[in-house]
């Protein structure tokens, strides 16, 4: 099955600066990539995510990129705030009999200082 | 508002006597999953139903069980509770528009479960 690495598992930025999270999958028919927010007992919120027809994708702050040829997308965060600190998760997955069924990363650990 | 919506949001049982968990929701989806998270750990998929077809991950204990009695309902239950088997459990939906598409998955807010 799909495989999909995490990194950093933690990381503290100053507000204002960017942060970056990264993944790499393994199963290169994976074409479906979301990530997740998730804040101290809520659920997982979904964020952003990318198809693999797309190698950009950006929402106001947010931006995600995908190398296919690499097996890795990143979640890109600018101008950081507070209320940016939560667990991020990131996730691949392929259509087909599979449902959509979503192979997550071990999370990512975003604390925003003041 | 359409959601998902689990109950209860906090179950407290004791070693070894059944649990069941519910989950519904008004989105329509057919597909719903439920996940085991443990603390700092990713969400585990246990279970999906596409409509009432189940498909149970290799890995989830025979001490789970699941059932789907309609569009808007999913139960998990687990049989014989551990230690170990405290977590929260997120329950999630999505729609399959087509074969080859994916679409976003909604969670529920989760029932923490503690075994005492």
């Known amino acids: 099955g799909e495989n999909v690495e995490q990194h950093p598992s933690t990381l503290s930025v100053q507000e204002g600066d960017s942060a970056v999270i990264k993944c790499t999958y393994s199963d290169s028919a994976s074409n479906y990539f979301p990530w997740y927010k998730q804040e101290l007992g809520k659920r997982p919120q979904l964020i952003i995510d990318?198809?693999?027809?797309?190698g950009e994708k950006k929402d106001q702050r947010i931006a995600v990129t995908l190398n296919k040829t690499a097996k890795h997308f990143s979640l890109h965060i600018t101008e950081t705030q507070p209320e940016d600190s939560a667990v991020y998760f990131c996730a691949a997955s392929r259509g087909g009999s599979t449902l959509g069924r979503l192979y997550f990363g071990r999370g990512t650990q975003l604390t925003v200082w003041p | 508002d359409a959601m998902v919506i689990q109950n209860p949001r906090y179950q407290v049982t004791q070693f070894g006597k059944p649990v069941t968990l519910s989950c519904s929701q008004t989105l329509n989806h057919n597909v719903m999953y439920w996940y085991q998270q443990k603390s700092s750990q990713a969400p585990k998929l246990l279970f999906h139903?596409?409509?009432?077809?189940?498909?149970n991950e290799a890995d989830t204990p025979d001490n789970f069980q699941s059932r789907r009695p309609n569009t808007s309902f999913c139960f998990l239950d687990i049989r014989s509770p551990g230690l170990g088997d405290a977590a929260m459990y997120l329950c999630?939906?999505?729609?399959?528009?087509?074969?080859?598409?994916?679409?976003?998955?909604?969670f529920g807010p989760g029932t923490r479960l503690t075994v005492l």
């Open positions: 999630a939906t999505s729609t399959k528009i087509a074969p080859g598409t994916n679409n976003e998955q909604f």
């Open positions: 990318i198809r693999s027809n797309v």
């Open positions: 139903y596409y409509d009432k077809d189940f498909n």
